[in-house]
């Protein structure tokens, strides 16, 4: 399983930004897609999770603010960010688990500066 992200950048504070990763390599029945982040001197953490069938976890530090959404016939999910805020500067990382097994992507850095 591969992951390929893309999406990340430079946005001040108050901005908007959206991620997007594509997943290949296998066929992923019933998984759960999501997005992790590590900001510098921090575990990584969850951002989102979306299942196969649509429901979403959010951390209580983006609700509201971002959204998580999957193709499913594109194998994507994506992130979008809005009233992005400094502490939301980190490197991002795109997941999916299939059968418990997690594949990761690599990172995209999101910084969230003025």
């Known amino acids: 399983v591969q992951l390929q992200a893309s999406g990340g950048g430079l946005v001040q504070p108050g901005g908007s930004l959206g991620l997007s990763c594509e997943a290949s390599g296998s066929r992923f029945g019933v998984n759960v897609m999501g997005w992790y982040r590590q900001a510098p001197g921090k575990q990584r953490g969850l951002v989102a999770n979306i299942y196969s069938d649509g429901n979403v976890i959010y951390a209580d530090s983006v609700k509201g603010r971002f959204t998580i959404s999957r193709d499913n016939a594109k194998n994507m999910v994506y992130l979008q960010m809005n009233s992005l805020e400094p502490e939301d500067t980190a490197v991002y990382y795109c997941?999916?688990?299939?059968?418990?097994?997690?594949?990761w992507g690599k990172g995209t850095l999101v910084t969230v500066s003025s």
């Open positions: 997941n999916i688990r299939i059968s418990g097994v997690d594949y």
